[in-house]
């Protein structure tokens, strides 16, 4: 990193979640490919503007393998060989070609068309908890909890087709995880439960391949000649319930609050002029939860991006909050514009080989979420200043940790 003046430590510092630090809008515009320093001390490169970033996510001499190489590595330094209980977590999903077999298995399962299937029963899910809501007779709730951690559990639970049994199961899951950081001990914990959760469908469906996930790769593996592993499908439950979980409720959260801070865009939301699809992407792209760090790449060979080259093995961050506010790519992109969201002015999905195979299910998990929310309570209101809330940063998320709502 010889040219790097610019180490500054990162993530950069945030008060709201939806005004960016000044420093992402200044590297977009003098320095879009330049160097930080992470938590502990490591350096790598951020790369802030949309067609980088894309680059980054698109492009194959911009390796994810060494990363979770490290990472199997660092676990197996840390403890007994994985086990129940000691998952080796997307080991198996390290080698690109490994990766490349798995997501287009489980790409020819999880389709756009599946995720329509699954809308009644996510609209379903969100009545329920609607419902547990609308029985308050404070009138009030904390939005985070009850609404926004709650869907996206329920709907891996149908998209898993879970028996009631194993429902609670991975509601228990959730809610461990939910309050394990920064507990180590406690995170094992919940991923054990969830391994016995992974395991027990994975046995139920090889002897009766239902209409879940699960089932349903067993049953294209059964017409096909490949053979599909119980390890494989075990990780698949895994990959999608981790993947699945925390990313939508958050986003949930950081939407509620975007729509709170402008009243007149809930508003025409809540008239129907402006279309809940179109409102869903303007939330992923202005209101996004997610900072893309779980895109770290390396690079494998010399690279030039932009204006800079980049040594081999070099550690590259993408910033996707900052890629969807890139003045080359929106309009006035600190302007919040329901009617003109639109899926390509965000990167919150990311992109290439590895863009997120549940878009389909958390896009109509969203438009349902937002819609009977917003039909069900035309007079939901934040109690009090939500921006009193206390927020969550991490490298991986921000988001209000508390939204307490009235009507
Ligand atoms: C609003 C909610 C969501 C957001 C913002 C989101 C975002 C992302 C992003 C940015 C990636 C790419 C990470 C990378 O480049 O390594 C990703 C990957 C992934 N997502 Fe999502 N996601 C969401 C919901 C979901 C849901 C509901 C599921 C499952 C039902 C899911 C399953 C996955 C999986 C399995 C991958 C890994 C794909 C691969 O590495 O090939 N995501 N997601």
Not at 174 to 192: D, W
């Amino acid at each position: 990193m010889d040219t790097a003046q610019e180490t500054d430590a990162y993530p950069f510092p945030l008060t709201c979640p939806f005004t960016q630090p000044p420093e992402l809008a200044r590297r977009r515009n003098e320095a879009p490919v330049a160097p930080v320093t992470l938590p502990g001390g490591a350096r790598a490169w951020l790369v802030t503007r949309f067609d980088d970033v894309r680059t980054v996510l698109t492009d194959e001499r911009f390796s994810r393998s060494p990363v979770r190489q490290n990472a199997v590595r660092e676990q197996r330094r840390a403890g007994p060989a994985p086990g129940p209980g000691q998952f080796d977590f997307g080991a198996q999903l390290a080698d690109p070609a490994a990766h490349a077999r798995w997501r287009s298995r489980l790409g020819s399962v999880l389709t756009p068309q599946h995720a329509e299937s699954l809308r009644p029963r996510i609209r379903q899910t969100v009545d329920e908890a609607l419902d547990e809501m609308a029985a308050r007779p404070d009138r009030t709730a904390e939005f985070v909890s009850d609404f926004a951690y709650r869907i996206p559990v329920q709907v891996l639970a149908g998209l898993f087709d879970l028996t009631p049994q194993l429902r609670d199961r991975l509601q228990d899951w959730a809610t461990r995880l939910r309050g394990a950081a920064p507990s180590t001990a406690a995170f094992g914990e919940a991923m054990r439960s969830l391994y016995g959760v992974a395991a027990e469908l994975v046995a139920r469906e090889r002897a009766h391949p239902g209409p879940g996930v699960i089932g349903l790769l067993l049953s294209a593996d059964r017409e096909g000649t490949e053979t599909v592993t119980d390890e494989e499908l075990v990780s698949t439950v895994f990959l999608l319930a981790t993947a699945g979980y925390e990313s939508t409720a958050v986003q949930f959260a950081n939407g509620m609050l975007a729509l709170f801070q402008h009243p007149a865009e809930l508003e025409r939301l809540r008239s129907g002029s402006v279309s809940m699809a179109a409102a869903v992407e303007e939330i992923l792209r202005y209101a996004q939860a997610g900072t893309g760090f779980a895109g770290t790449t390396y690079t494998t060979e010399e690279v030039r991006l932009g204006e800079v080259t980049l040594p081999p093995g070099a550690t590259v961050l993408i910033s996707l909050d900052s890629a969807g506010r890139d003045e080359r790519r929106t309009d006035r992109p600190e302007v919040f514009d329901p009617s003109h969201g639109a899926p390509h002015h965000h990167l919150a999905f990311g992109a290439g080989g590895h863009f997120c195979l549940g878009a389909s299910v958390a896009r109509v998990e969203l438009q349902e979420g937002f819609t009977r929310l917003l039909a069900r309570f035309p007079q939901l209101r934040p109690s009090g200043d939500p921006w009193k809330t206390e927020f969550t940063r991490n490298l991986f998320h921000h988001y209000p940790r508390e939204l307490r709502v009235e009507w």
